[in-house]
């Protein structure tokens, strides 16, 4: 056996367990080894039996003096009884449903058993506990802190152990990747045994200690790729773009409203970047409707004062569109040549919009990836805006670093992220943060509507369109994992939670439920042409209700919309819910977010009730990450950007000694030039950015 190993063929694991396992991502022997559990029963204690108190969580060793299977005559289910004693008395022990059970087990055993200690008339009892024979070696499922994994639906506890306790040799063949000093500069445990430690610890000790030494590498990396980004980057130029205060001036106060405090600070502080000849890299957080378009507006304005040509880019097409939109409004007055480029305009246009950037011809440029992959090179390049950048795949936003290469970089993004977490994911990225919402907006009213009340939330909505409002109904199509889901990652699609599908929730309501009102429906599949069009109508008020996957996510701009409802709201993160939420309450009219849960999960329903109370997107994305990790929260899983499986924002300590590591390592990349190799070795294409 070694790494590469198939989990096929390893002893005793089936097809079909094989699959389940394939489910969870792991195929060979090293996908074993680091599956790491993400809890542990404590199953340490050892009682003797006459000690037994009942709710405790118990093991006890025993001798089997009975065991026997019968059939239930009502549920028609297995019923195995057996009865165990130690020196210190006997106790009961009943499983369901196990048939098994009675084929390896048998009179004269002695077991460990794990689980709650009962007792009901007749004395003490144990319900189902984990049973394992005793050995001298040591036990693997009772016993001690027992791993708990996450699993799916037909794979055991005990399936996902026995294979891991079968694979672990093979950890003490793992080399040591750290060097000896590093490990002592911030005292860790070899790599090795801290492999065998999160999944089998001999005690509390060897678990803190295995688990901080696997975190303190996932930190690692990322400090070390923050480092070195840091470093490649203070050698690059940009030009510089001198602040032109009167014609700025005279800009904003042209402007339709006057702006916020940030958003003043914000756009202050790009203008101060942007003079420099050190590139910008500087990203807005704001919370959605907190009016991030207009300060890069100003940017851009301030670009085409000094000669330079500006682009700006939306992950959607629908978002491109918007922006061009607001752009073409915003600078109306001025003469400032803005252009449009995204994938679904015909070949001829594109090639004529594209001569133009090429040409100069072309100031501003809003538009999708489109930018990247069709033949584009800037006249004179200055400023790069880049909206919701998380929303890009890997490769684009490597294309839009390598395009940008020499231009001040602007990123935009509603999905508010901690100074600290921005730091540790881009080490050298400039946060300016627009905290406050531009005045005269109304509350949105959140609720959580009971599944007995959703024909009195029809009613709501019927009235609210009546009144000339619009409304959107967000169903989630894909299943995604939540934390209600950890535990067991539903394999086969359960009934009850089945998600409504757009296009049976747009047959529902607008035959059934609204016949007498206009419903229209958009989802990922649709062409962008037909999205644009659903998109005018609505904008247009030609739809009333539009039924939506998440494609309406971010940025998309309703003023006249005033009910968000929102079908299997446990599905979706709560950052992504509030970027939801923000669709509405965009103008003066008093606005509604509606949620529905197709799950009864007390966790899911407490993480509702605290979106239900919370408009702060900051708060709302903090708990997302206590909840979820910031892998999920930010997309930066799959990029490798941030692949954090186990280390959390909270480490403060094991992020600082990180950091050190990191900075000695690239301070001296001689000394360390076989860590380096290592890094990059594994990084594989994930390119340094
Ligand atoms: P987001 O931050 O979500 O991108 P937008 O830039 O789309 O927000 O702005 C949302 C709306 O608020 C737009 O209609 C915009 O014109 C308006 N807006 C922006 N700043 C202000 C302000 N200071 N006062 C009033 N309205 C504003
Ligand atoms: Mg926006």
Same mark, same amino acid.
């Given at each position: 056996?070694?790494?590469?190993?198939?989990?096929?063929?390893?002893?005793?694991?089936?097809?079909?367990?094989?699959?389940?396992?394939?489910?969870?991502?792991?195929?060979?022997?090293?996908?074993l080894?680091?599956?790491?559990?993400?809890?542990?029963?404590?199953?340490?204690?050892?009682?003797?039996?006459?000690?037994l108190?009942?709710?405790?969580?118990v093991?006890?060793?025993?001798?089997?003096?009975?065991?026997?299977?019968?059939?239930?005559?009502?549920?028609?289910?297995?019923?195995?009884?057996?009865?165990?004693?130690?020196?210190?008395?006997?106790?009961?022990?009943?499983?369901?449903?196990?048939?098994?059970?009675t084929?390896?087990?048998?009179?004269?055993?002695?077991?460990?058993l794990?689980?709650?200690?009962?007792?009901?008339m007749?004395?003490?009892?144990?319900?189902s506990?984990?049973?394992?024979k005793?050995?001298?070696e040591?036990?693997?499922?009772?016993?001690?802190?027992?791993?708990?994994? &996450?699993?799916?639906?037909?794979?055991?506890?005990?399936?996902?152990?026995?294979?891991?306790?079968?694979?672990?040799?093979?950890? +003490?063949?793992?080399?040591?990747?750290l060097?000896?000093?590093?490990?002592?500069?911030?005292?860790l445990?070899?790599?090795s045994?801290?492999?065998?430690?999160?999944?089998?610890?001999?005690?509390?000790?060897?678990?803190?200690?295995?688990?901080?030494?696997?975190?303190?590498?996932?930190?690692?990396?990322?400090?070390?790729?923050?480092?070195?980004a840091?470093?490649?980057?203070?050698?690059?130029?940009? &030009?510089p773009?001198?602040?032109?205060?009167?014609?700025i001036?005279?800009?904003?106060?042209?402007?339709?409203?006057?702006?916020?405090?940030?958003?003043?600070?914000?756009?202050?502080?790009i203008?101060?970047?942007?003079?420099?000849?050190k590139p910008?890299?500087?990203?807005?957080?704001?919370?959605?409707?907190?009016?991030?378009?207009?300060?890069?507006?100003?940017?851009?304005?301030?670009?085409?004062?000094?000669?330079?040509?500006?682009?700006m880019m939306?992950?959607?097409?629908?978002?491109?569109?918007?922006? /061009?939109?607001?752009?073409?409004?915003?600078f109306?007055?001025?003469n400032?040549?803005?252009g449009?480029?995204?994938?679904?305009?015909?070949?001829?246009?594109?090639?004529?919009?594209? +001569?133009?950037?090429?040409?100069?011809?072309?100031?501003?440029?809003?538009?999708?990836?489109a930018?990247?992959?069709?033949?584009?090179?800037?006249?004179?390049?200055?400023?790069?805006?880049?909206?919701?950048?998380?929303?890009?795949?890997?490769?684009?936003?490597?294309?839009?670093?390598?395009?940008g290469?020499?231009?001040?970089?602007?990123?935009?993004?509603?999905?508010?992220? &901690?100074?600290?977490?921005?730091?540790?994911? /881009?080490?050298d990225?400039?946060?300016?943060?627009?905290?406050?919402?531009?005045?005269?907006?109304?509350?949105?009213?959140?609720?959580?509507?009971?599944?007995?009340?959703?024909?009195?939330?029809?009613?709501?909505?019927?009235?609210?369109?009546?009144?000339?409002?619009?409304?959107?109904v967000?169903?989630?199509?894909?299943?995604?994992?939540?934390?209600?889901?950890?535990?067991?990652?539903?394999?086969?699609?359960? &009934?009850?939670?089945? #998600?409504k599908?757009?296009?049976?929730?747009?047959?529902k309501?607008?035959?059934?439920?609204?016949?007498d009102?206009?419903?229209g /429906?958009?989802?990922?599949?649709? #062409?962008?042409?037909?999205?644009?069009?659903?998109m005018?109508e609505?904008?247009?008020?030609k739809?009333?209700?539009?039924?939506?996957?998440?494609?309406?996510?971010v940025?998309?701009?309703?003023?006249?919309?005033?009910?968000?409802?929102?079908?299997? +709201?446990?599905?979706?993160?709560?950052?992504?819910?509030?970027?939801?939420?923000?669709?509405?309450?965009?103008?003066?009219?008093?606005?509604?977010?509606?949620?529905?849960?197709?799950?009864?999960s007390q966790?899911s329903?407490?993480?509702?009730?605290?979106?239900?109370?919370?408009?702060?997107g900051?708060?709302?994305?903090?708990?997302?990450?206590?909840?979820?990790?910031?892998g999920?929260?930010?997309?930066?899983?799959?990029?490798?950007?941030?692949?954090?499986?186990?280390?959390?924002?909270?480490?403060?300590?094991?992020i600082? #000694?990180?950091?050190?590591?990191a900075?000695?390592?690239?301070l001296?990349p001689?000394? /360390?030039?076989?860590?380096?190799?290592?890094?990059?070795?594994?990084?594989?294409?994930?390119?340094?950015?």
């Open positions: 056996m070694d790494f590469k190993t198939r989990v096929a063929e390893l002893g005793g694991v089936g097809k079909k367990t094989f699959k389940k396992f394939e489910y969870l991502g792991v195929k060979t022997a090293k996908d080894l680091y599956y790491f559990p993400f809890r542990y029963e404590d199953y340490r204690k050892i009682v003797p039996i006459a000690q108190q009942a709710g405790e969580l093991t006890i060793c025993g001798q089997v003096e009975l065991i026997a299977s019968k059939k239930s005559f009502r549920s028609r289910k297995t019923i195995t009884e057996a009865l165990v004693s130690d020196k210190s008395g006997s106790v009961r022990i009943v499983w369901f449903n196990q048939p098994f059970i084929k390896n087990i048998h009179v004269g055993d002695i077991l460990y794990s689980g709650k200690a009962q007792a009901d007749l004395g003490p009892k144990l319900t506990p984990i049973y394992e005793y050995k001298k040591g036990s693997t499922h009772t016993a001690r802190l027992v791993p708990i994994y &996450p699993t799916t639906h037909g794979l055991t506890q005990k399936q996902i152990r026995f294979l891991i306790s079968h694979v672990m040799g093979l950890a +003490a063949k793992i080399k040591e990747w060097p000896a000093n590093i490990l002592e500069q911030a005292d445990i070899p790599f045994s801290a492999l065998y430690g999160i999944h089998f610890p001999t005690d509390d000790n060897d678990l803190k200690l295995s688990t901080d030494r696997l975190k303190f590498d996932e930190l690692f990396l990322i400090q070390l790729r923050a480092e070195l840091r470093q490649e980057k203070s050698t690059l130029q940009a &030009p773009i001198s602040f032109k205060e009167d014609k001036k005279e800009f904003v106060s042209s402007l339709p409203f006057t702006l916020t405090k940030s958003q003043k600070i914000s756009a202050w502080e203008l101060q970047d942007i003079a420099k000849t910008m890299n500087r990203l807005v957080s704001g919370d959605v409707g907190s009016g991030k378009t207009v300060v890069a507006a100003i940017a851009i304005y301030n670009a085409f004062l000094n000669g330079y040509q500006a682009a939306a992950p959607t097409e629908i978002l491109a569109q918007q922006h /061009y939109q607001s752009l073409q409004k915003l109306s007055k001025l400032i040549r803005v449009l480029l995204t994938g679904s305009q015909t070949g001829k246009l594109k090639k004529e919009i594209v +001569a133009d950037i090429n040409d100069g011809k072309i100031d501003v440029v809003v538009g999708t990836h930018l990247l992959v069709e033949n584009v090179s800037f006249y004179k390049l200055g400023l790069v805006v880049v909206d919701e950048q998380h929303r890009f795949g890997v490769e684009q936003r490597k294309l839009i670093k390598q395009k290469l020499g231009a001040h970089f602007l990123s935009m993004t509603a999905t508010p992220i &901690p100074r600290s977490l921005a730091l540790m994911i /881009y080490g990225l400039d946060v300016s943060i627009i905290n406050e919402m531009p005045p005269g907006r109304k509350k949105i009213i959140t609720k959580m509507v009971e599944p007995a009340k959703r024909e009195k939330a029809y009613q709501f909505i019927h009235d609210q369109v009546k009144l000339g409002r619009q409304v959107f967000i169903c989630s199509l894909i299943e995604q994992k939540d934390e209600a889901e950890i535990e067991i990652i539903n394999y086969s699609a359960n &009934p009850t939670n089945e #998600k599908s757009v296009l049976s929730e747009y047959e309501l607008s035959q059934k439920v609204f016949p009102l206009k419903v /429906y958009l989802h990922g599949k649709l #062409k962008p042409t037909e999205k644009d069009k659903v005018d609505f904008k247009n008020k739809i009333d209700i539009l039924v939506s996957t998440s494609v309406v996510e940025g998309v701009d309703i003023p006249n919309a005033s009910v968000m409802m929102i079908e299997g +709201a446990e599905s979706f993160g709560l950052a992504q819910l509030h970027q939801f939420r923000g669709r509405v309450g965009r103008s003066s009219h008093q606005s509604y977010c509606l949620l529905f849960s197709s799950s009864s966790k329903s407490e993480r509702l009730k605290y979106f239900e109370s919370n408009s702060d900051f708060k709302l994305a903090q708990k997302d990450l206590e909840i979820r990790g910031p999920e929260v930010y997309g930066t899983e799959q990029s490798g950007e941030m692949n954090l499986r186990l280390a959390k924002l909270s480490d403060r300590e094991l600082n #000694k990180a950091r050190e590591a900075k000695t390592i690239v001296n001689d000394k /360390y030039s076989q860590v380096m190799k290592i890094v990059k070795d594994w990084e594989g294409q994930v390119h340094l950015e």
